[in-house]
């Protein structure tokens, strides 16, 4: 996990997840806005996800018709997400905003 380049402290993953966009966030303890310098991460492991979901759904008949899909969706994106936090939340990925 990275931390805060103003008050030094643990970013916070919820306030990656919470913000409206995943380039923009706000520290958790000094409400610091932060942003990614490079979100590429973020949206390959995003659209690999995506895809891999989507054929799994479409073409196990089980998950379609029982309504797994969505519990499979969710569930699997929280894992995959705290997975994969560290790495875009990375000390050489954040900056505060308005700092160029």
Same mark, same amino acid.
């Given at each position: 996990?990275?931390?805060?380049?103003?008050?030094?402290?643990?970013?916070?993953?919820? &306030?990656?997840? /919470?913000?409206?966009?995943? *380039?923009?966030?706000?520290? =958790?303890?000094?409400? #610091?806005?932060?942003?990614? !310098? &490079?979100?590429? /991460?973020?949206?390959?492991? *995003?659209?690999?996800?995506? =895809?891999?979901?989507? #054929?799994?759904?479409?073409? !196990?008949?089980?998950?379609?018709?029982?309504?797994?899909?969505?519990?499979?969706?969710?569930?699997?994106?929280?894992?995959?997400?705290?997975?994969?936090?560290?790495?875009?939340?990375?000390?050489?990925?954040?900056?505060?905003?308005?700092?160029?």
């Amino acid at each position: 996990m990275s931390l805060c380049p103003r008050c030094e402290h643990k970013i916070d993953v919820f &306030s990656f997840s /919470l913000s409206a966009l995943p *380039f923009y966030f706000k520290c =958790a303890s000094c409400k #610091t806005r932060l942003k990614l !310098i &490079s979100s590429k /991460l973020f949206w390959g492991i *995003f659209l690999l996800y995506s =895809a891999v979901v989507f #054929t799994l759904i479409m073409y !196990i008949p089980t998950l379609n018709e029982y309504g797994l899909g969505v519990i499979l969706t969710v569930s699997g994106w929280f894992f995959v997400y705290y997975k994969s936090s560290p790495y875009i939340l990375s000390k050489d990925n954040v900056a505060i905003h308005g700092s160029d």
